[in-house]
């Protein structure tokens, strides 16, 4: 069974940096695509970034291209999102998904495993 859990969330000013974390215990970590989604208040649950089953290919969503990044490191079975010139529009609950042998997966429905969730709030 795979377990995600996400760290890393918290507090800071508008212009500042957060790295989010995400630990994968699947047995077979090398082998699954990974995605960062985010969803605030009354809001669908928007895509962020992913990170295909190779590692080596990432997309972004529009809204986060060029200030956010998304990275994997299989030795540790960890996916980070680097997260830089926080707006307050990126205040959000910060979800980590995983699926196997995912390419370039955008959609909620791709991922079938989820983290529980880091709250990120970003402060004008």
């Known amino acids: 069974q795979v377990q995600l859990v996400e760290s890393g969330g918290g507090l800071v000013q508008a212009g500042g940096s957060l790295r989010l974390s995400c630990a994968n215990s699947?047995?077979?970590?090398?082998?699954?695509?990974m995605g960062w989604f985010r969803q605030a208040p009354g809001k669908v649950r928007e895509f962020v970034a992913t990170?295909?089953?190779?590692?080596?290919?990432?997309y972004y969503g529009d809204s986060v291209k060029g200030r956010f990044t998304i990275s994997k490191d299989n030795a540790k079975k960890m996916v980070y999102l680097q997260m830089n010139s926080l707006k307050p529009e990126d205040t959000a609950v910060y979800y980590c998904a995983a699926g196997v042998r995912l390419r370039f997966g955008t959609q909620r429905d791709d991922y079938p495993y989820w983290g529980q969730g880091t709250q990120v709030t970003v402060s004008s």
């Open positions: 699947g047995r077979t970590f090398n082998n699954y695509g």
């Open positions: 990170i295909d089953w190779s590692g080596s290919n990432t």
